[in-house]
């Protein structure tokens, strides 16, 4: 079978794409091309966007020293990315052939085009398998970047597939992009998992991940709501990140579909028709979960819609998020939780609806998943968080808008607004900015300047001064809720105790010990943190260096490693922060000068991590006394 690979004979890079290529900025492409006649010329774009051919400016930064070091799969994935507009045919090409080499069998013929990556395609995956060389590039392919399709995060992903609670059934997702929902739902336990998706080429991906991983299913390609691929099947769970605001989606051809279990969809209402459509393919009780704008819970033409939803049982639970979790970034989008209610079933006399607009995803999804869990074993009890979380009557709800905002619908905070919670708030707050003088180290400026003697992390591994271990990647082990609980990403950007569990997304349990240092693979910033506490394991997506306590400090290493030079020097050449640690260079010092500069860097992350703590009180000072003036409860 002969492969089609979408990249171009000679591809191209632009005059941005060089400086990321280089780690400089593009002020310093502009000057290598006055300054050096051997420069390559522009083979393509325009005189204001010129384009270069990759491998001459490959072959020119190379010679001049300039070329960083690259792993197999940055340089694979290099060469993939440069069309900009078939990143993903190029890597379904890969991946097709990785697919053929982990079935024991090689392509017939193979796209001249793709001839010359075939050493490192084969290369990578004799380092890591067929499997995780695909998903070395596939984290590459679905990191956020310009040109790249909006994948919906793995952290909003896995709540989804919480509240599904798709358990060991089959799963559906009607507009799966690139597979983000339906690879949640494997590691969830998903035993066969089912997608369709416009795109044909983000389908063939999706396709090839579940082909790669041996997960059961299908990933085909077209239009749901106009040519439904799966019409008749049922299935436990559906997941689904609809289009937003589509304007022809189909509405006049199918105005009386089967699938419109509640009525006619409004041609201005395109996600009530995603609403029903998951509907329709749902088991008896089982439950889907769709990520919505906000105006979709009021606009007056779905009044009818919800009104229906709400009656007949299916809509149980209606969830706002904090903004920026998912595209677009700047909506606070909400979560619908629907379950396919029996037709000769009484409706349940409440809905849920849970205000988490104001936190951040990382520490409100446990609350919003335990308050769902809460009113999912008792629907009509009485679940009730003020300012956070209320099973409000239906019969409420059925008013002249059927308005089902969250925030619309919570008691407010009251109680304790002008008396003890005000106070201890305070107090806290003012605790707080009295210690921040304190835990500031004194510094001096050094006499002698910068020494510029300094080892990279890679250097410093080979001589034995530290252990670098990870990342850890994906696995199939069996889920196991009870074990030590997993360091996280999230955690580490937040600098806070491990939050996560053991389960299928780990290959292998790392037990974290004290004085390790944990830098996250991707992140807007070069943040690393040290293990204060054992008991937890290294969570994916993480680097651990373990240093040599007798020839490294953890707390200099740490300090070293978030310097602003560091960030640069160990980033990726792409558009998102991907990190390199190998790269990043650390000052050489005695150890007992490193214990000193060690003591300094954890004092200034201790301050770091009062300002925070400030920061979020004094947030909700404001807020407790704004409510309360406003109110009447407290006076000037």
């Not at 280089?22 to 010129?50: C, E, L, Y």
């Not at 197999?72 to 078939?86: E, G, P």
């Not at 607009?357 to 008792?378: I, K, M, N, S």
């Not at 074990?483 to 780990?506: F, H, K």
Request: charged share 20%; aromatic share 4%.
């Amino acid at each position: 079978m002969c492969e089609t690979f979408g990249v171009q004979e000679n591809p191209t890079i632009t005059a941005a794409e060089i400086a990321r290529l280089a780690g400089v900025g593009r002020a310093a492409v502009s000057n290598w091309r006055k300054r050096h006649p051997d420069f390559p010329a522009p083979v393509g774009g325009t005189t204001a966007s010129p384009e270069f051919d990759l491998i001459q400016v490959e072959q020119w930064l190379r010679t001049q020293g300039k070329l960083p070091e690259l792993t197999i799969a940055d340089r694979l994935w290099r060469h993939v990315a440069v069309a900009r507009d078939s990143a993903p045919a190029g890597l379904a090409a890969v991946g097709a052939l990785l697919l053929a080499r982990q079935r024991g069998s090689r392509s017939a013929s193979v796209d001249a085009q793709l001839i010359s990556l075939l050493p490192d395609v084969d290369g990578l995956a004799d380092e890591l398998g067929p499997q995780g060389a695909f998903d070395e590039l596939w984290q590459r392919f679905s990191a956020p970047g310009p040109g790249r399709p909006f994948a919906t995060p793995d952290d909003l992903a896995d709540l989804m597939i919480g509240l599904a609670n798709v358990g060991g059934g089959s799963t559906l997702d009607p507009a799966a992009g690139s597979g983000a929902l339906l690879r949640a739902a494997v590691r969830a336990g998903s035993t066969s998992v089912y997608g369709q998706e416009l795109d044909e080429e983000l389908a063939r991906l999706a396709g090839l991940w579940l082909a790669l991983h041996d997960v059961p299913g299908e990933v085909s390609a077209g239009d749901s709501l106009r040519a439904d691929a799966f019409a008749g099947r049922a299935v436990d769970a559906v997941v689904c990140h609809p289009p937003f605001g589509a304007t022809n989606w189909g509405d006049e051809e199918l105005g009386h579909d089967p699938r419109w279990i509640v009525g006619t969809t409004p041609r201005t209402e395109p996600e009530l028709a995603w609403a029903q459509h998951a509907l329709a393919h749902l088991r008896v009780g089982g439950h889907a979960v769709l990520l919505m704008p906000p105006t979709v819970a009021s606009r007056r033409a779905g009044k009818r819609i919800r009104g229906e939803l709400l009656r007949r049982g299916h809509l149980r639970a209606v969830i706002a998020l904090p903004p920026g979790v998912a595209a677009p970034h700047g909506v606070p989008l909400h979560l619908w939780v629907l379950r396919r209610a029996a037709t000769d079933a009484p409706p349940p006399a409440r809905a849920l609806l849970i205000d988490a607009a104001g936190g951040d995803l990382a520490d409100t999804a446990p609350r919003v998943l335990a308050a769902w869990r809460a009113f999912a074993t008792a629907p009509d009890g009485d679940v009730e968080e003020a300012g956070f979380a209320r099973a409000v009557p239906v019969i409420e709800l059925l008013d002249e808008e059927v308005d089902l905002t969250p925030a619309r619908r919570q008691p407010a905070v009251v109680g304790e607004a002008s008396g003890e919670h005000l106070v201890r708030t305070r107090e806290r707050l003012a605790a707080i900015v009295g210690e921040l003088p304190a835990l500031l180290p004194q510094v001096t400026p050094a006499p002698d300047g910068p020494d510029g003697l300094f080892l990279t992390v890679g250097e410093l591994a080979k001589t034995g001064a530290l252990q670098l271990i990870g990342p850890v990647r994906a696995g199939t082990s069996t889920p196991a809720p009870d074990g030590p609980p997993v360091l996280t990403v999230q955690d580490v950007l937040a600098g806070v105790e491990a939050s996560g569990r053991i389960d299928d997304r780990l290959g292998q349990e790392i037990p974290l010990a004290v004085g390790d240092v944990v830098v996250p693979v991707i992140a807007r910033q070069l943040i690393p943190r040290v293990v204060t506490a054992a008991g937890a394991v290294l969570g994916r997506n993480l680097y651990l260096l373990r240093p040599n306590p007798a020839a490294l400090d953890p707390w200099h290493l740490a300090g070293q490693l978030r310097t602003s030079a560091n960030e640069k020097q160990a980033s990726s050449l792409s558009s998102t922060m991907r990190f390199d640690i190998r790269r990043a260079q650390v000052r050489r010092l005695s150890l007992e000068e490193q214990r000193a500069h060690g003591d300094a860097f954890r004092r200034l992350d201790s301050f770091e991590s009062a300002i925070r703590q400030a920061a979020e009180l004094a947030d909700a000072l404001v807020k407790l006394m704004v409510d309360g003036l406003a109110r009447g409860l407290l006076q000037p």
